[in-house]
């Protein structure tokens, strides 16, 4: 079976099992001294505990977790790892003869528990989830000693996360700025001009500081070359902070504008259309929101393993809820009010009344949270510690998808014709044969569900509550005031516009004084553009 034309083959399979068997890594053996140091004095433990950080390996991962437990002990001047089945040997593994209760366990307190914490966060730098070394890196960042100097910079060589690499460059200069080599220091405060964390400015900054006072004052660092590179670098970390968070700042803004946006589209097609001003509007919003809500609610009842979806399926719900309330509105009250302003704001004050009063019956007078899906939570973190919340990246985006579906609306339907004909003329689009009353239900019922797809939005970044929505009509109205009647374009400026405008302000004069500012803003810029900042072509213009 085996002839002379079979055995080169077996000979080359036999070679690549050798060859494997000998690439397999080998267990890695404890220096039995660095062990010892284990069952020595107080000073010898922390001596060798720190080794054994420097060290690496499973070996010493396993050794630090057994002394950490409090499974090591001591027998005839060998430590030794108590197990369930005796004793072993705590450098070469080999099981002794000895019971368990013969070996003297090694007491462990606070100061060799920071000391195991540090070393297992050293062995730690090389796990292989992102989130697993960031940990070791933060407890490093504090605890961190001269000895694992050489582990930091391995780390930093090998470490491809961004965020990992920030800690560990702090912890790494750290050490460094306190070595007596002035090279080493210098090397350390031009490193850490990389950085963006505020921490580390403070620590660059200590070493610009003088100790004393009068002539015998000296400084902290005496080396002028390093405290001038501790200076370059404190500036290039203010100007990296400074626009991170001039970078949230802007975010923060045209997340207010998207929820602005959200609220104001449906007014400026219910406005435009019929020159309503809706006071309920706001509660539009909020029915929206309590749409939304109760869909959690069944998805939670019924559909757990699907709850992350909740918010996809209340679109529809939240729209159609709004909508559905909308129409009611128009059709019972609004339609005998055309034409006389006076009566149809005290109508639809009446009416949020209402609404809100429902709600209180209903869902209750106390706020409800809602819990944002997974796929919503976190976000993405920019220098000096400033973060983009995902749920407002994805409101943002939410904005941007209904803006360009009540765009295609506007202009590619024809409903969207009908609504710009009544807007433009309403006179002359009846004569035509546009049938003005079904396209004021169908604008109002649009611009309500818009509506109710602002308070579904909302709900992931505010509680849910019956007045949530009254404190966004005065802006939404200033939106569309500022933004031209009836014009989708100035809205989605005026929303934007406002609500960066807004975050920067209270950031320099606070929220109060920063909503004051853009009432007076606002009224000066009627005052000279009374028709806004895109002008309405058709009957508004004339009147």
Known sequence: MFGPTRRPWLLAAVLCVLTALAALPARAALDPALVRGLGGDFNARVAAIDALGVSGGDEAAALLDALESGRLGTLDGRVVIVAPDGLRDAASGEALSAEAGAATRITVNNRLRRAIGTAQAALALSAPQPAQRLAAANTLRENAGPALLPVLARALEAEPDAAVREVLLYASAKLELASP????????????????????????????????????????????????????????????????????????????????????????????????????????????????????????????????????????????????????????????????????????????????????????????????????????????????????????????????????????????????????????????GVPTARVDTLAFAIGSGVAGLGGLALSQIANVGPAMGTGYIVDAFMVVVLGGVGQLAGAVWAALGLGIVAKFLEGWAGAVVAKILVLVFIIAFIQKRPQGIFALKGRFADS
Request: a positive charge; one cysteine or more.
């Open 181 to 432: 080599d002035p090279a080493l220091r210098l090397k350390a405060a031009q490193a850490l001009g990389a950085s963006s964390d505020a921490a580390v400015k403070n620590l660059l900054a200590a070493l610009l500081e003088k100790r004393g006072e009068g002539a015998a004052a000296s400084w902290v660092e005496p080396d002028a070359e390093v405290r001038a590179a501790a200076a370059a670098s404190m500036r290039a970390i203010d100007r990296r902070i400074g626009l991170a968070q001039t970078a949230g700042t802007l975010f923060s803004g045209l997340s207010l504008g998207s929820i602005l946006l959200l609220a104001a589209l449906g007014l400026a097609i219910t406005y435009g259309v019929m020159g309503v001003i809706n006071m309920a509007h706001g509660e539009l919003l909020m029915v929206g929101a309590y749409a939304t809500f109760l869909v959690q609610g069944v998805f939670r009842a019924h559909f757990p393993e699907y709850l992350d979806f909740y918010v996809l399926a209340a679109i529809p719900a939240a729209f159609l809820a709004a909508a559905l309330v909308g129409i009611a509105m128009e059709r019972l009250v609004l339609r005998h009010l055309y034409g006389r302003p006076l009566e149809s704001l005290l109508a639809t004050w009446g009416l949020s009344l209402v609404l809100i009063q429902a709600a209180r019956v209903l869902f209750g007078p106390q706020n409800l949270e809602l819990a944002n899906p997974s796929w919503m939570s976190g976000g993405v973190e920019l220098a000096g510690g400033v973060v983009l919340p995902y749920n407002r990246i994805v409101i943002l985006g939410f904005a941007a998808f209904v803006l360009v579906l009540i765009w295609l609306m506007m202009q590619k339907t024809r409903l969207g014709m009908f609504v710009r004909a009544v807007t433009q003329n309403r006179p002359m689009a009846g004569c035509v």
